[in-house]
């Protein structure tokens, strides 16, 4: 299992922006499918944005669609979630995740092999 570190969350004006990184030790990062999850408080954690072994194709829940952008660099072990135009309901912690091969599953918690361990974001209005 590769074992991940998110960096980059704070606190953000409502408009603002920022960029999420997800750091992965070893080296087999390049067979994960990974993706993005958050979790508000008192809510269940919901997918945010996944991304194939290779990086070509990408995919974005509803409600961030259009201002957050998943994308991965595998030479540097790193998934980044650049966030754009956020909005105090993207108040949340952000997970990255982990999927050894990759599932069509890629928006359920379950399918996930591994999970960093957060990131806070906050957002004011």
């Known amino acids: 299992q590769v074992q991940l570190v998110e960096s980059g969350g704070g606190l953000v004006q409502a408009g603002g922006s920022l960029r999420l990184s997800c750091a992965a030790s070893g080296r087999t990062f390049s067979s994960y499918f990974m993706a993005w999850f958050r979790q508000a408080p008192g809510k269940e954690r919901e997918f945010v944005a996944a991304i194939s072994l290779s990086g070509r194709t990408t995919y974005h829940a509803d409600p961030v669609k259009g201002r957050f952008t998943i994308s991965r660099d595998n030479a540097k072990n790193t998934v980044y979630l650049q966030m754009n135009s956020l909005k105090p309901e993207d108040t949340a912690v952000y997970y990255c995740?982990?999927?050894?091969?990759?599932?069509?599953?890629?928006?359920?918690?379950?399918?996930?092999?591994?999970w960093g361990q957060g990131t806070q974001v906050t957002v004011s209005s």
């Open positions: 995740a982990g999927d050894l091969g990759g599932s069509s599953r890629y928006t359920r918690v379950g399918e996930y092999d591994c």
